[in-house]
């Protein structure tokens, strides 16, 4: 890990934990979210080759406007080719239309994935997200899954994740 997600994922860990001591609705802007998220990212790419999915790791801001959520996920992703393994790094920007009442939402949208490291280039594809949330505290679980619709010499990169998150607004 480099210095700078080091520092990333340190400032992400302080927030959240000054976050929770915080009651969110006192910040309630109603039609605005603004949180922070992060979790296990899983390569579900079946088209590989002889190669196999791999884990790995997001996190990042995420902005709600109404519907719309956009957000600016730092994915560090595992890929084996056999006796290749790669380490896919990456920013990955989410953008979802939300549907859904209460505690339960379903996201649907698109994605880009601008490559930070050497390797595979950019990826984009659709998304879709289920999202679990618990009322008045900010706190959610997200299960995504991304259909990478780039074609990479006959195979496509799609991954899915479980993210934890805390809306601070």
């Known amino acids: 890990m480099t210095s700078i997600q080091k520092r990333l994922l340190a400032l992400s860990a302080w927030v959240l ?13 109603p039609g605005l979210d603004f949180g922070i998220m992060g979790g296990a990212t899983l390569n579900t790419s ?3 080759g002889s190669g196999s999915g791999g884990l790995g790791y997001s996190f990042g801001p995420s902005l709600g406007v109404g ?4 957000s600016a996920l730092y994915t560090n992703l595992t890929t084996d080719f056999g006796s290749i393994s790669t380490n896919r790094k990456s920013w990955d920007i989410p953008v979802l239309m939300r ?15 601008i490559t930070t490291g050497s390797g595979t280039s950019d990826n984009y594809g ?3 997200s289920l999202r679990m949330g618990i009322p ?10 991304n259909l990478g619709l780039k074609d990479f010499s006959g195979a496509h990169i799609s991954s899915a994740a479980l993210m934890i998150g805390l809306n601070f607004l």
Do not use: Q
């Open 126 to 128: 659709a998304t879709a």
């Open 46 to 48: 079946s088209n590989l």
């Open 17 to 29: 934990s000054l976050a929770a001591l915080t009651p969110s609705a006192a910040y309630a802007i």
């Open 67 to 70: 519907p719309l959520e956009v």
């Open 99 to 113: 549907f859904g009442a209460g505690p339960v939402g379903l996201g649907l949208g698109g994605f880009y994935s």
């Open 136 to 145: 008045g505290m900010g706190l959610f679980a997200d299960g995504r899954y």
